[in-house]
């Protein structure tokens, strides 16, 4: 394994969305539902990561405000989860404007990532 391959398999991505993959097929763990989604906030506390992917519509009435609550109450009290960046991949204009409104107000790094060829349904 070279000093790259390492780093890439060392790398923490967490993807929260109910249909889409990465189009790349980069390692990732990957939460289906809101539930999983904190689940997975909550067993990686502590631990930096790389990348957090989140959909605003997660099927049904979930939605990924669980996960957006948890992020917002670690960084009220004074423990923010340590996120290198967080891309915001929603269809829906307005629920991902909300989100990133909410976490930039945290102090988390947020982007826009609709319309990135990145995630897709595979």
């Not at 929260?16 to 909550?42: C, H, K, N, Q, Y």
């Not at 959909?55 to 423990?79: K, M, N, Q, S, Y």
């Not at 990532?113 to 995630?119: D, Q």
């Amino acid at each position: 394994m070279t000093r790259a391959e390492w780093r890439a398999a060392q790398r923490l991505v967490i993807l929260v969305d109910d249909l889409r993959s990465f189009a790349d097929g980069r390692p990732a763990e990957v939460a289906r539902t809101s539930a999983e989604g904190v689940a997975l906030l909550e067993a990686h506390r502590g631990r930096r990561i790389d990348e957090l992917w989140l959909d605003h519509d997660l099927g049904g009435e979930d939605t990924i405000w669980p996960v957006v609550e948890v992020l917002e109450r670690a960084a009220f009290e004074g423990r923010p989860i340590e996120i290198d960046l967080i891309s915001v991949h929603s269809a829906n204009p307005v629920g991902a404007a909300r989100i990133r409104q909410a976490l930039d107000r945290c102090g988390y790094r947020v982007r826009a990532a609709t319309g990135l060829r990145e995630v897709g349904l595979c």
